[in-house]
């Protein structure tokens, strides 16, 4: 029990993460075989949805003062595990040469590069282990969302909400803007007291 009230941020992550592999596998049980467009599509907007999230974090702080490290990893593996499937069922449906033949795919590819790092320096021992280094490996999802939403708007899909959502991320994270909010989240505090 104390296992689950130190991580139930963790474990609500994972759970959210793993729900929508059950519309993937459902996908395999269909009459004809499974419909790739629509595996690529789910697997897609998960990778690209758990990146944004996770990119939220840091704004969430500047202006909440609420931060969870270990549910942030959790999200950033989520992040990465979808976007490994997703890049599988290409390969799966095209063969990994077609990986070269459009920009979009390329910085597809080289997103799920970046995030290979990132993935496996997601938990406390890489922490502990790279100490000051671990921070700056972690700024490389910055490129990650940068070439992954170049690789959606290069598909024409949905991809203005995610641009949106992380542009503003950037910018609350500028030190003027991020000073401000913390400036007025510190005032309210003293004011209640």
């Known amino acids: 029990m104390n296992f689950i009230k130190k991580n139930y ?3 609500i992550v994972a759970l959210l993460a793993t729900f929508p592999l059950f519309i993937l596998f459902n996908m395999f049980r269909q009459e004809g075989g499974p419909n790739i467009d629509m595996m690529y599509h789910v697997s897609g907007e998960f990778a690209i949805r758990w990146m944004t999230a996770v990119l939220t974090c840091t704004p969430f702080f500047i202006i909440f003062g609420v931060s969870n490290l270990f549910v942030r990893q959790a999200m950033g593996i989520a992040a990465a595990v979808w976007s490994f499937i997703h890049f599988i069922i290409f390969i799966w449906a095209e063969g990994f040469a077609e990986t070269f033949t459009q920009v ?6 080289v997103a799920v590069l970046i995030l290979i790092p990132l993935f496996f320096t997601s938990n406390r021992k890489a922490m502990k282990t ?3 280094n671990w921070k700056k490996i972690q700024t490389y999802s910055y490129a990650a969302i940068i070439l992954s939403l170049l690789h959606v708007i290069l598909l024409e899909k949905t ?7 992380v542009g503003l991320g950037f ?6 803007v991020k000073n ?6 510190v005032n309210k505090k003293t004011s209640n007291l």
């Open 9 to 11: 941020g963790w474990l």
């Open 104 to 109: 979009n795919y390329v910085a597809g590819l």
């Open 130 to 132: 790279l100490k000051k």
């Open 159 to 165: 991809w203005l909400i995610y641009g949106i959502i």
């Open 171 to 176: 910018v609350i994270r500028t030190p003027f």
């Open 180 to 185: 401000k909010f913390i400036e007025i989240r």
